[in-house]
């Protein structure tokens, strides 16, 4: 038996197996890591989409509250009743924002929502006008919103 005629007949199939072994491990490997990438724009476009309802439904209690500070401003009567409802889903839709939202827009409603807060319960600004005062608080909110939702100027 001639051991170079017996090598390549015996040593060409494990090339193959090997090349075919690598090659499968290949595309596994680059599979696995577009998959990953993909569900990591997933979870990034879920999660901006959740800010995105957050920000939404906080704007829509916040403006509200907005009326209501206004309505007491023009005619310095407020409704405790209703003040108390608004104030309490305006609340609740900022703790809403604490859950999904970063540093910045959770400070940003914070401020915003407790700036609204003292528009409807306490005494009213005398050196500006109700709607200067809110309007203080909501264009930072409104900012940092923007840049939570990477919404060019």
């Given at each position: 038996?001639d051991w170079?005629q ?5 040593v ?6 090997l090349?075919g ?9 680059l599979?696995?890591?577009t998959?990953r990438?993909?569900a990591e ?5 879920a999660?901006?989409i959740?800010?995105?309802e957050?920000i939404r ?8 509250v907005?009326?209501l ?6 005619t310095?009567e ?9 104030t ?5 839709l ?5 859950l999904?939202?970063g540093h ?6 914070l401020d915003?929502?407790?700036h ?23 264009e930072p ?6 840049r ?6």
């Open positions: 038996m170079l017996l090598t390549p007949a015996a060409l199939p494990l090339v193959g197996v090349l072994t690598l090659g499968s491990l290949a595309t596994t490997h599979g696995t890591r998959t990438k993909q724009t997933q979870r990034r476009a999660l901006r959740e800010r995105k957050a439904d906080f704007l829509e209690g916040a403006q509200r907005e009326h500070a206004e309505r007491r401003y023009q310095g407020r409704d405790n009743n209703e003040a108390e409802l608004l309490h889903r305006m609340w609740y900022q703790k809403c924002i604490e999904v939202g910045e827009l959770r400070r940003a409603a915003y929502a407790w609204l807060g003292d528009a409807v319960y306490k005494e009213l600004p005398t050196d500006r006008d109700i709607w200067e005062f809110m309007t203080s608080y909501r909110f409104l900012e940092a919103a923007r939570t939702l990477a919404i060019p100027e």
